[in-house]
């Protein structure tokens, strides 16, 4: 057990992001299956607005849990907002590009019966690793670092 809290204590940033992470991919693709499903969207509409669902959950998250940036002081708020956002937006358009390329490119099965989920399964795993390199290096990024 305790060689578990250790590993725990090395790894707990990794490891509440990789938890968080995948809760927001969650919210993704239950958004999207509910948006593109019983609400009858297209598949690029849904797409758009699971991403403003998860990304709403993921900066909270991140800045709370993952990288622990507790202030919410103004100028330091809207600092860490605005590249968030920024950072979200440039994975969003990876997200929102990759979705029909990939479905052009032959990726556009349907998976639980919603169209287009394999590719949307595809974008979200780049995704995740290109907003934890973000978030990490350059959003959360301790002064000391």
């Not at 938890?19 to 690029?44: C, D, E, K, N, Q």
């Not at 595809?122 to 290109?130: A, D, E, N, P, W």
Request: charged content about 15%; overall charge positive.
């Amino acid at each position: 057990m305790e060689k578990l809290k250790k590993l725990f204590s090395k790894y707990r940033e990794l490891i509440s992001y990789l938890i968080f992470g995948g809760l927001t991919t969650v919210i993704s693709w239950v958004t999207y299956a509910l948006f593109v499903g019983p609400a009858g969207m297209r598949p690029v509409a849904g797409n758009i607005l699971s991403w403003v669902c998860a990304v709403t959950f993921a900066f909270v998250t991140n800045k709370l849990w993952v990288f622990n940036s507790k202030s919410w002081a103004w100028p330091g708020w809207l600092k860490e907002a605005a590249a968030f956002l920024a950072g979200r937006l440039f994975s969003g358009a990876v997200e929102l590009g990759g979705l029909p390329l990939l479905m052009w490119l032959g990726l556009d099965q349907a998976l639980f019966g919603i169209e287009g989920f394999a590719a949307k399964v595809t974008v979200s795993i780049v995704v995740i690793i290109l907003n934890y390199v973000l978030s990490k290096f350059l959003i959360f990024r301790k002064k000391n670092d």
